[in-house]
């Protein structure tokens, strides 16, 4: 079973991500994922807030989110609706188009998931699910660097993509394919990002799921470093270099 980190403790801060880094490439995929079939039934599986709700107004489609957490969904545009990834409250070939941005991971039975998908959507439909690979070992990113441990729980947390099609395939999914949508480059000055609230525990999953000790020692290592070179002059850089994956199935 995944772990767990309480979206509706967190639900007021969760926006604060889009406003620090760029997703534009997870915002083409997913208008062009949607836009490929005009007035389609869409639902956004896992839609926290609605970022990507927001995006798709006006474009021709009927579009629902849901996600299990009612804290996060109150702060998303209607309609939406509250409901576990597992069990869609959709009938059979009843939507042409389901998606998940970095929610997959949270699902609690992700095969269960995948095989809702393929009993709502309709012949011709299509899933996408997009989030990070840590499996592939080619993430560079200041949380893995100071927090050791949150990488290792990604990786027991995340789906290889590998893995995700493999699934699809197996609960009868056809072209399943996975590529990049997203690269995530950040750098940023280290007091300005404690500052900004970019090390708060409610600034991403990863460092929500830390226990306290591996938090605090994290923080401690960050603020020796700051200092130590703050004592040559210099200031401490945070580098993130990240890769998501869209992975699509679908439906004939």
């Known amino acids: 079973m995944p772990l767990r980190v309480d979206y509706d403790a967190i639900a007021s801060a969760y926006d604060r991500r889009y406003q ?30 609605g970022r990507w709700l927001r995006l798709l107004r006006g474009r021709g489609t009927r579009v629902v989110g849901m996600d299990a957490s009612f804290g996060m969904l109150s702060h998303a545009p209607a309609p939406v609706l509250q409901a576990v990834a597992e069990q869609l409250p959709w009938p059979r070939r009843s939507i042409d188009r389901v998606f998940c ?5 949270h699902f609690t039975d992700a095969v269960s998931f995948l095989g809702e998908a393929r009993r709502v959507l309709r012949r011709g439909g299509r899933l996408m699910t997009i989030g990070l690979d840590p499996h592939l070992g080619i993430d560079r990113w200041y949380i893995y660097h100071y927090f050791p441990s949150a990488l290792e729980l990604d990786r027991s947390r995340y789906v290889a993509t590998s893995q995700i099609r493999e699934w699809m395939h197996v609960v009868g999914f056809t072209d399943c394919v996975a590529h990049q949508v997203q690269h995530l480059r950040v750098c940023i000055d280290a007091r300005t990002a404690l500052e900004q609230g970019r090390l708060e525990r409610s600034a991403t999953s990863q460092l929500g799921l830390l226990t306290d000790e591996e938090y605090q020692q994290g923080l401690e290592r960050i603020r020796r470093d700051i200092e130590r070179d703050e004592a040559r002059g210099a200031s401490l850089d945070l580098t993130a270099d990240l890769h998501l994956f869209a992975t699509f199935g679908s439906v004939v």
């Open 20 to 49: 620090h880094n760029d997703f534009s490439g997870i915002g083409r995929a997913v208008t062009s994922f949607v836009d490929t079939k005009r007035g389609a039934r869409v639902v956004e599986v896992g839609c926290g807030t």
């Open 101 to 105: 941005v970095n929610a997959f991971h």
